[in-house]
């Protein structure tokens, strides 16, 4: 995975409802690409070469964040978490103009409030995210947003890639964190042969079991979806012809695209990259597993070439 796409992606702002800077981003990595580029009225971005169907490779595009409910006596802002649930912690936040702001929870409350260190910023209706930062270790990445931009990167890297002979798709949605609201209309317009939809795997026993460095992961189950077993076994086959380690494994807690699909009719396959320390301001990924999935996607794309 190239750095430099991956760090464009984790220092752009983008909260849900405010995606346009990272689908700027995106649309400009895909216009060197063999693929026909669109944007539909919400804001998706969809490419896609040949007549399909398609192998689809689909994510997102927004972040967690927070907006501002108003303001108090005391010049505080109230803030509401983006989504509701959002673990985000303390520190330093900054909105659309890159004016910074110092976020806390309130003792009492239990609530999230912020001081505006810019004259008059922050009125009601301001979208603000954590400020981004972005490391890269031998074996690590380290970044804000990275669960929700490092798929994105994974999937413009195969775009780059892909020949002008090759039938390939790819759709990143807008919306996640409000009920995945773009996902189904992005793919109105695709025939589907397969749909991989990219997400970030919560690591832990705790959760679906998987694990840091040890390779990219499937979702066997998620809340109300059950993968198609062939198109496991076809992934497997794939990653082990290729030599990748590859983790299964369950998500019953979390909401996941591939429910709100289910609901639709709709099959898909969760394919993931295991995230340390998700929801914090700086979340870790391994370079191996980031790596890993360029190279299933690669395999993926191929095997549709072959038969």
Not at 48 to 70: I, K, M, N, S
Not at 100 to 120: H, Q
Not at 123 to 142: C, N, R, S
Not at 229 to 242: I, N, Y
Request: charged share 25%; with cysteine.
């Amino acid at each position: 995975m190239k750095n430099k796409i991956l760090q464009e992606l984790c220092a752009a702002f983008g909260p849900t409802g405010r995606e346009s800077r990272v689908a700027g981003i995106v649309k400009t990595h895909l216009e060197g690409t063999n693929l026909e580029v669109t944007a539909d009225a919400l804001g998706n971005v969809i490419a896609h070469r040949g007549d399909g169907p398609y192998r689809v490779f689909c994510t997102h595009l927004d972040q967690a964040g927070w907006v501002v409910e108003h303001r108090d006596r005391k010049g505080f802002l109230h803030l509401r978490s983006l989504p509701s649930d959002a673990k985000l912690g303390p520190g330093w936040g900054v909105d659309e103009e890159a004016r910074r702001y110092r976020i806390f929870i309130d003792p009492d409350t239990k609530t999230f409030r912020a001081e505006n260190l810019v004259k008059d910023s922050g009125e009601m209706g301001t979208f603000i995210v954590p400020l981004a930062e972005f490391e890269f270790l031998q074996d690590a990445y380290f970044a804000t947003a990275l669960g929700d931009r490092v798929c994105a990167a994974a999937i413009l890297e195969e775009a780059k890639s892909v020949h002008a002979d090759q039938s390939f798709a790819c759709v990143f949605y807008t919306g996640r964190y409000l009920n995945f609201a773009g996902v189904s209309a992005a793919l109105e317009i695709l025939k589907i042969q397969r749909l991989y939809l990219l997400e970030p795997l919560v690591c832990g026993k705790e959760k679906a079991g998987f694990s840091a460095g040890k390779g990219p992961g499937v979702l066997l189950r998620t809340q109300h979806s059950v993968a198609p077993s062939l198109w496991v076994d076809e992934v497997t086959s794939t990653a082990s012809g290729l030599g990748i380690k590859l983790q299964k494994g369950f998500a019953w807690d979390e909401e996941s695209a591939a429910d709100t699909l289910s609901r639709k009719g709709i099959p898909s396959l969760v394919l993931g990259i295991p995230l340390r320390y998700r929801g914090s301001q700086i979340e870790r990924a391994a370079v191996s597993d980031c790596k890993g999935m360029s190279k299933l996607l690669g395999g993926l794309v191929a095997r549709e070439e072959d038969q």
